[in-house]
Each structure stands twice: as structure tokens, then as C-alpha cells.
């Protein structure tokens, strides 16, 4: 089992318990909020694969990416029942899924091949489109669109741009992910820490 293998499993139960955690107060039941588990968790990688033509999507390849989807959907559905969490631990589990996860998107658009830039973009729709369809789901508004989202498109580009430059440079293909990884995660947290954002287009 390698060290990427396990980023992915990682990746996909820090996602499928952010998806958990938005479905609170949705009245939602357990099936309800599988759902939610394996969309936030498949989102992003399905469309990334369908653009890159990776068919079938790799989670139907594996069963055994569903398998760690639903455990920890299950087992943060039962915690939450019983115990009251923080209102920030959605923040929290997003940003890291949303680094794992853009790391992982845009390291598989290398291996296709394809442009550096491409590669680029396909780790952030990576990154961001399982959280989006999530909210869309729950009648929220997607993260991505809020007006104080406090960089979260923009940290999972800067990791992917920063992720692409390192594996072209650098031997290690590990050390990459995880410079790229940690870069995301680190814009992401800093800015819900002290509410970093870009600049807004104002009408007058």
C-alpha cells in the first residue's frame, strides 16, 4: 500500500465526515446523510476523471474507497449524535479536505500528461466541486461563492501552482504533496484564522 494510496483514503474520510458535519440541523436521516458523505467525498474526482477521460471514475474501480466514505460518514453521524461539536470543525474539515484533495486532482492530471496549467485547474475542480454540490445539496450557498469565504478557490489554485512547480523540479514525488498539501491547508487556515479574503468588485 503506498503513501499516495493512503493520501486518498485520508482525503476521502476527512471529506465524507465535512459532509456529515453540514447536514446538522437539515433533519436529515442516516441514508440522507451518506449521501451527502459520498458526494462531498466523489464530487470533485468524478468530474476531474470525466474530464480527463478516466473512465470508469476511479471510485467505482475500488470498492474500497466507498468502504472508508461510509465508515467515517457512519461513525461522525453516531459521534454527532451524541456529542456536540464546534461549529468550526466544518471550516476545519473542509480546508483539509479541500488540500488533500486538490493535491491529489492535480497529481493525477500530471500523470495524463497534460499541461502544467491544465493540471492546475483540474486540482482545484478537484478540490472545491465535491464541497459545492454538498451546499447545493443541504440549500446552502457553495463556500466557493460567499462573500467571505476568506480564500478557499484561491488557496487550493496557489497549492496546485505550487504542487506542479515542485514535482517538476524536485525528485521527490512525496516531498511535493505534501509541500503542496501543506500550502493549502495553511493559506486556508490562516485565512479563517484572521479573516484573509480578496479584494471585492463594488459597484458604485
Not at 491544465?118 to 464541497?131: F, L
Not at 443541504?138 to 496557489?158: C, D, K, N, S
Request: include cysteine.
Amino acid at each position: 500500500m503506498t503513501i499516495s494510496y493512503l493520501f486518498e483514503h485520508f482525503a476521502i474520510a476527512v471529506s465524507a465526515v465535512s459532509g456529515v458535519l453540514a447536514a446538522r440541523g437539515k433533519q436529515l436521516d442516516l441514508f440522507g446523510v451518506l449521501v451527502l458523505a459520498l458526494v462531498t467525498a466523489f464530487g470533485g474526482g468524478t468530474v476531474r476523471d470525466l474530464m480527463l477521460g478516466d473512465l470508469p471514475v476511479a471510485w467505482t474501480r475500488d470498492a474500497n474507497y466507498v468502504g472508508t466514505a461510509l465508515v467515517a460518514g457512519m461513525g461522525t453521524f453516531f459521534v454527532v449524535r451524541f456529542r456536540e461539536l464546534p461549529l468550526n470543525w466544518l471550516l476545519v474539515a473542509d480546508a483539509f479536505a479541500l488540500a488533500l484533495f486538490t493535491i491529489i486532482g492535480a497529481r493525477k492530471a500530471l500523470g495524463f500528461h497534460v499541461a502544467p496549467a491544465i493540471a492546475v485547474v483540474m486540482g482545484v475542480i478537484t478540490g472545491v466541486v465535491g464541497g459545492m454540490l454538498r451546499d447545493v445539496l443541504t440549500g446552502e450557498i457553495p463556500l466557493v461563492f460567499r462573500p467571505q469565504i476568506y480564500l478557499y478557490a484561491t488557496a487550493a489554485l496557489l497549492g496546485a501552482i505550487v504542487y506542479v512547480v515542485c514535482a517538476r523540479f524536485l525528485p521527490d514525488e512525496q516531498a511535493s504533496m505534501f509541500i503542496g498539501t501543506g500550502i493549502t491547508l495553511v493559506l486556508r487556515l490562516a485565512a479563517i484564522r484572521w479573516k484573509l479574503g480578496l479584494p471585492v468588485f463594488k459597484h458604485h
